[in-house]
């Protein structure tokens, strides 16, 4: 099985602050690498497909970066609807793992 | 506008079994596979397995296998989960969620509201 981690696992910023979160898989997963965005009490949304492809209607401040095994996050000018949880997920195997999630609060 | 929406919350007590629906709508249901994911309270997304509703054919992450059922009736355009024997550890959130294919890339790119399941005696 494809094991997946996260780091960190939770983070704190402020409005306008750039993060960064790191995805990596135990093996090469190419770029089968999507992640979702979950607000509290809300349904997973997708944010970026193929580790670097903006879903239609997510905004530009979000992209993604990676291949293989390591990959990235990154949110510029952090907004308040940005404070979230985020998870990673591949799709090299018809196994579909998360990761176990960031999640970027209030600092 | 593609929607997925869930059946309501669930509480059952140890013991019984329940079946969860998930109705799409605003495309054609039988051509995309349909996934499930479960959340127990404040922890991550587990993967359950996945159902084409063209022909139902399923298939189970092996953490879930023999544990839960899929299927899919495609008349009325809804996935189903059942859940049988439930246990305390069965509470969770179940959210179902379209898979999109993609140059052997896969995803989920819509996700049902998810159904609060609550197994309590």
């Known amino acids: 099985d494809i094991q997946m981690t996260q780091s960190p696992s939770s983070l704190s910023a402020s409005v306008g602050d750039r993060v960064t979160i790191t995805c990596r898989a135990s093996q090469n997963i190419n770029n089968y690498l999507h992640w979702y965005q979950q607000r509290p009490g809300k349904a997973p949304k997708l944010l970026i497909y193929a580790a670097s492809t903006l879903q239609s209607g997510v905004p530009s401040r979000f992209s993604g970066r990676g291949s293989g095994t390591e990959f990235t996050l990154s949110i510029s000018n952090l907004q308040p609807e940005d404070f979230a949880t985020y998870y990673c997920q591949q799709s090299y195997t018809t196994l579909f793992s998360f990761g176990p999630g960031t999640k970027v609060d209030v600092k | 506008e593609v929607q997925l929406v869930q059946s309501g919350i669930e509480v059952k007590k140890p013991g019984e079994s329940l079946k969860i629906s998930c109705q799409a709508s605003?495309?054609?249901?039988?051509?995309?596979?349909i996934g499930w994911v479960r959340q127990m309270p404040g922890k991550g997304l587990e993967w359950m397995g996945i159902?084409?509703?063209?022909?139902?054919?399923?298939r189970y992450s092996p953490s879930f296998q023999g544990q839960v059922t899929m299927s899919a009736d495609k008349s009325i355009t809804t996935a189903y989960l059942q859940l049988t024997t439930l246990k305390a550890s069965d509470t969770a959130i179940y959210y179902c969620a379209r898979r999109i294919v993609w140059e052997n890339h896969n995803w989920f790119d819509h996700w049902g509201q998810g159904t609060q399941v609550i197994v309590s005696s």
């Open positions: 159902i084409y509703p063209g022909d139902s054919d399923t």
């Open positions: 605003g495309y054609t249901f039988a051509t995309y596979w």
